[in-house]
């Protein structure tokens, strides 16, 4: 049976009667929805890899013409990391608020 936790939690028997007394242990199924890692946590390991792997190859070519300006060769890369920073954190917004939204 496939569904979301509403449709899951709908399917599972209740108990009608019988108010369950403070001091009896009960044993149950606990339902709990959670976010999961993966469809955030691959987006942002690729474009980490693939900014760090550009950044590698454009300081050696930027300070083979450049030699003395370090600064102006990493200046790509944090506008790079604040584009992709706030991207990934849009994309984590709306993973969740998906998520939240569909139950």
Do not use: K, Y
Not at 25 to 50: C, D, E, K, M, Y
Not at 53 to 74: K, R
């Amino acid at each position: 049976m496939c569904g979301n936790s509403g449709t899951l939690n709908g399917a599972l028997p209740v108990r009608l009667c019988e108010a369950i007394d403070s001091r009896v242990t009960a044993w149950g199924i606990h339902i709990v929805q959670r976010q999961s890692i993966i469809p955030i946590f691959i987006p942002v390991f690729v474009v980490a890899v693939l900014t760090v792997g550009s950044t590698l190859c454009f300081i050696p070519s930027w300070l083979n013409d450049h030699p003395s300006d370090l600064q102006g060769a990493t200046v790509p890369v944090v506008v790079a990391f604040t584009v992709v920073g706030l991207l990934l954190q849009l994309l984590v917004s709306l993973l969740v608020f998906r998520i939240t939204i569909r139950d």
